[in-house]
């Protein structure tokens, strides 16, 4: 098994093997489950078969249970993608695998989860965006910049400009009346437009005649 092969497209998040860290763990599932609306700390406290008492002597409230699993969310993502940039492979290699990641997240982002955030905790919300600012400059840029000189991706392109399109492509097509009119998930989103994005739209016989067009 190569170092690459370990990344699969389920989403992982580094929690502590502590109480802090199972009251994370056990609220992420609830959360994929039952949405942000369907969290709630009575529902946690059974399922984790402790008090609510106990879950506020670690976290103040739920937003701060949200908050807690954004960030170790993020900090995942960037530790994993860095792995991927800094281990061995060709650029198809480390791109197949950085995006395998970046795709598991997305997953668990259903229409229904941001839809519920989007209306009833928009601050929340908010931060997921931030997470995705975060991460996809350092997803496209790095790994972009990887195929560049391994001469897989043309010399000439602008990372700074592809960069900024991915982070407001993915931001505008995870908007919840984006998700309604196109009937796709989040990760459908993503993927079709990765396919777009290096693939294109135009034949071998249009690229040609658009080459060639007076």
């Given at each position: 098994m190569s170092d690459l092969d370990e990344f699969s497209a389920t989403p992982v998040v580094d929690l502590a093997d502590d109480v802090a860290g199972r009251i994370l763990r056990t609220a992420f599932a609830l959360l994929i489950r039952d949405h942000y609306s369907g969290l709630t700390m009575d529902a946690l406290a059974y399922a984790l078969g402790m008090s609510k008492k106990t879950i506020y002597a670690h976290f103040s409230s739920k937003d701060a249970i949200m908050m807690a699993l954004i960030e170790a969310i993020d900090a995942t993502i960037r530790r994993r993608i860095g792995v991927v940039i800094?281990?061995?492979g060709t650029f198809p290699q480390k791109l197949g695998a950085a995006l395998a990641i970046v795709g598991s997240y997305f997953a668990f982002l259903s229409p229904?989860?941001?839809q519920d955030l989007h209306r009833f905790a928009?601050?929340?919300y908010a931060e997921i965006d931030k997470l995705k600012e975060r991460n996809i400059p350092t997803l496209f840029?790095?790994?972009?910049?990887f195929g560049v000189e391994q001469g897989m991706v043309r010399g000439d392109v602008d990372l700074g400009f592809i960069t900024e399109f991915w982070v407001q492509t993915i931001k505008g097509l995870h908007e919840p009346a984006s998700l309604?009119?196109?009937g796709l998930t989040p990760k459908g989103a993503f993927d079709k437009a990765l396919d777009l994005f290096f693939h294109g739209i135009l034949t071998p016989q249009g690229c040609s005649a658009i080459d060639?067009?007076?």
């Open positions: 800094a281990g061995p229904g989860l941001l928009p601050h929340l840029a790095s790994i972009l910049g309604a009119r196109t060639h067009a007076p």
